[in-house]
């Protein structure tokens, strides 16, 4: 039988250090034990191969984004972008970024010695973004997990909620059911095309025209005088590059005389160019029944800028049947299309 001294033990008890010592190295052990019993698995997040007219540059971008929550979510030790380069060079390898088939996954994945590769891709059709991530299990070569996130966004909403969201889908939780893309409140602007036609892109064009015969013989007749000039305002919606429909409301003659009309046009285009010529044909009424009616004929030559502004110029005839009169007209106009 031991026997203790009372003094000592009442010491042993009251020293705080002493117990503080050996709670902290319980705690310790304790905490130890159980971090090596659920030590994250190891994985290497390939980079996102960029697909239709997305850049490299682009889907690097997203791929570092997709490992650093790969990171904060915690479930695998991640295995750094510097190191993955630097055991592929010393293996002969270039880049990861051609790497598209499973097999060339499963062999980076076994030279770095990884038991897990996370791989994927990002394409964009039209105004959506697609990505892609799996997750592949190095030595079955087995796909363990597979999402995808639809996005008909800008490519920074992909950034900021499109790659946390398809990077917490395939981490965790349930299989996430087939949706139709997710439609952000953001403004995206138009994807045009350099080579689509400006007037299918803007189809509504008003426009300002003003216009005088050549020579003045136009004697359609307001007590004796002629008609030198007209000014209308005037409108045509482009069906396509080449076809476009539209009227004029119009006054001519002098500012004493003058006989307001209403014409319908129709226009074709020689090209599909900003740059174009075009062939006009008009039918119309004049306010003085006598005139009527109007017919109207041209060629002319239109030019458009991207910000909507337009001019042109042509040279034509004006005819009056009831009175059998005619007379050749410089015209010019500006316009704006929207």
Known sequence: MVLINP??????????????????????????WGSD????????????????????????TLTDRVR???????????????NIERILKEQGFQSTQNCEDTECSLEIGRLLAVKQIMTGSVSKLGNLYAINLRIIDVQNGRVVRDEYEDCVCLLETVLTQSVPNVVTKILGGPKAPLTTPSAHPVSIPPVHDENTPLRTLKPHQFYLEGGVPLPSVYGVGYGGVTTPRHVSLGYLYHFSQYLAVGGQLGLEGLITTVNPFLQVNGRVYTNPHPLAGFFELGLGAYAVPSTNPLISAKLGIENRWQNGWNAGISGGAVYVPTRNLWAPTLEGYLGYAF
């Not at 009442?10 to 250090?17: E, Y």
């Not at 650093?68 to 510097?82: A, D, K, N, P, T």
């Open 7 to 32: 003094k000592h033990f009442i010491h042993f008890v009251l020293k705080p250090s002493l117990l503080l010592k050996m709670g902290l190295g319980v705690l310790l052990g304790f905490g130890l």
């Open 37 to 60: 019993a659920q030590a994250a698995e190891n994985i290497a997040v390939l980079d996102l191969i960029a697909k239709n007219g997305l850049t490299q540059a682009e889907a690097s």
């Open 68 to 82: 650093s929550l790969v990171i904060r979510h915690g479930q695998y030790q991640i295995l750094e972008r510097e």
